[in-house]
């Protein structure tokens, strides 16, 4: 996926949270372990550097990043068991540059040239470890250089950019060795008998068509070592639970509901209890939204909870402020030429800090230690008192931004650049949330509308990014309730998305709540998926924009369930 559409989804079936928490900046914990995998990738990353320091032209920086774990995946349907697989996997990066800090191989267009990846043998075997990588390194070498032939020949036919930055920062090398023990990896049996008794519990509401349960686990040491002198071991854990259920209304409109428990160690399970009310809550919600009326296009007040609010900075503003949307002639770059000029109102502060592990004792999805390219994690502040401040850096440096704050992020086998991390959204302008409702209804008034829209729960939605493009965003809220100005009921609605331009919503809002919400997902861009968090107060708009939701037209099941499907069956949920 290119930079043209950058979309955040808040469920995929695939989470790699960093969790644990050590001194960011210390050179320390560093010990000499007895790691064979470790002492295998140093050994031929020097050799490879000393031999390739003899071709022309030669590599002036190269890395290996190897992943190397295991994980246990369960899916299960209404008491049964779809997947149950626990594997174990060791896979590596192999980066190489050529040519200089200031233009190599992987400048504008050939980003990409710059990562070779595959699969390394999970014996610990060095000879066997050895060759691999030697393959491995060859070929990026190959690609490399033939990229880098290309970015000559471009750059010598093509109008200079406006921004000249250098195509990889000078960073400090970093030394840092953790392999202390995590938790206990769950026994799969124990865990495929849970993922049943949860499924089983949809059984008790047929209007949900489809379901799932999805319990996944993963354990892993991530490896780092450049010729820079870098040399990063961490071990990370994340257990997950996600339970999706979908129905589907009459006119055709598919509906869904999706809850998830994060953690970072099995004994923090949520209890049967705990689940079984989450699911009688979905259920609920669909039965509602399959009877709510359509809404119509709409733009006046709205009110975002605390966890839509989250979504929705992450979207609207996070997003744009990553470092490698300042620069480039595809990127529309909205706030590149705004620092120091006000962009929120004066009461609103935002910062990235990765470094966080826990906000109000929830765990946070978007921790880590240390970035995809070796920096230390850092808490950045993007925004002061609705003053812009900084943006999200990797090692791609952009005009007045020269170095990288620890934000390099990206999935294994694409090139890293700037991403959020835990993305925080603060105010020193808060009032109760009881009295930001009633806020909402005066504002309501005010602007002699019927109602407002109050936004419980975001699933997502993407933006756009790329100058050829509007430079708008859609946000994917899942419960939206009108709220009237007359003291009628709230009245739930389905279909509706928000629309907008952030250089204009963004000076919409006019207060925040005193409780802060958090939401943890994965967000896709070009580098790839990422866990993510954003935390954030409720908020209200003075004015906010929705269109129509587009949807199919198949219809709902003619057939009820099967007799009996609907019963509980051997055990209690």
């Known amino acids: 996926m290119n ?21 960011l900046n210390a050179q320390k914990p560093l010990t000499a372990p007895d790691d064979l995998l470790l002492a295998t990738m140093e050994k031929e990353l020097h050799r490879g550097q000393s031999e390739l320091a003899k071709q022309d032209p030669a590599p002036y920086f190269a890395s290996y990043n190897v992943t190397d774990g295991e994980s246990l995946v369960i899916l299960s ?24 800090p200031t233009l190599d191989n992987t400048h504008d267009q050939e980003r990409f040239s ?5 699969q390394l043998p999970q014996r610990d075997d060095p000879d066997a470890i050895a060759r691999v990588l030697w393959r491995l390194t060859y070929e990026q070498y190959r690609k490399a250089r033939q990229a880098y032939t290309n970015v000559k020949t471009k ?3 093509r109008a200079k950019d406006e921004d000249d930055s250098p195509d990889f920062s000078q960073e400090k090398p970093s030394t840092y060795i953790d392999k202390t023990p995590s938790a206990a990896f769950p026994e799969q049996k124990a865990w495929e008998e849970l993922a049943r008794r949860y499924s089983a519990s949809f059984r008790r509401y047929p209007q949900v068509e489809e379901s ?15 010729t820079e002198g870098t040399k990063i071991v961490t071990a990370d854990a994340i257990f997950r639970i996600m339970i999706q259920a979908e129905t589907r209304a009459d006119d055709g409109m598919q509906l869904m509901r999706v809850e998830t428990f994060q953690f970072s160690d099995p004994a923090k399970f949520p209890s049967e209890a705990e689940v079984a009310a989450s699911v009688k809550k979905m259920a609920n919600d669909l039965s509602a939204l399959r009877a709510a009326p359509l809404a119509e296009p709409y733009s006046g007040p709205a ?16 997003h744009r402020v990553e470092g490698q949307r300042q620069r480039g002639r595809d990127e529309g770059q909205t706030f590149t030429k705004k620092v120091n000029e006000k962009i929120l109102p004066e009461f609103l502060s935002v910062t990235d800090d990765p470094t966080l592990r826990t906000i109000a004792g929830m765990e946070l999805s978007g921790f880590y230690r240390f970035d995809d390219e070796g920096i230390p994690a850092s808490r950045v502040e993007v925004v002061k008192d609705g003053i812009l401040k900084n943006f999200l850096m990797g090692r791609l440096p952009v005009k007045n931004f020269s170095n990288s704050n620890g934000h390099g992020r990206a999935q294994s086998g694409l090139m890293p650049v700037g991403r959020q991390g835990n993305l925080i959204v603060t ?36 933006t756009l990014t790329s100058r050829d493009l509007p430079q708008a965003f859609q946000v994917l809220p899942v419960m939206v309730w009108r709220v009237y100005a007359d003291g009628r009921p709230d009245e739930l609605v389905r279909g509706v998305d928000i629309v907008g331009t952030p250089l204009t919503v963004l000076t919409q809002i006019a207060a925040t709540g005193d409780t802060t919400s958090v939401f943890n997902g994965i967000c896709g861009a070009e580098s790839g998926s990422v866990a993510v968090s954003a935390a954030a107060p409720a908020m209200l708009f003075s004015e906010m924009e929705v269109q129509k939701r587009k949807y199919g037209d198949t219809r709902p099941p003619i057939l009820p369930p099967p007799p009996g499907a609907t019963a509980d069956k051997g055990g209690k949920q």
């Open 77 to 100: 349907d209404q008491g049964g068991i779809l997947t149950s697989t626990r594997s174990r996997h060791r896979a590596a990066d192999v980066s190489m540059r050529i040519g200089t």
């Open 427 to 462: 105010s020193s302008k808060t009032i109760p949330d009881a009295q930001l409702r009633s806020r909402f209804i005066e504002e309501i008034k005010k602007q002699g509308k019927p109602y407002g829209l109050y936004f419980e729960d975001i699933q997502g939605g993407f």
């Open 114 to 118: 710059g990562i070779t990846s595959g």
């Open 303 to 318: 009110l975002l909870s605390g966890r839509a609010a989250a979504v929705f900075f992450h979207e609207v503003l996070g």
């Open 155 to 157: 750059t010598a036919v």
């Open 212 to 226: 799932v349960v999805f319990l996944f686990a993963e354990k892993s040491h991530s490896y780092l070592v450049s």
């Open 3 to 23: 930079s043209r559409k950058v979309v955040s989804l808040r469920i995929l079936l695939l989470l790699v949270a960093l969790l644990g928490q050590k001194p």
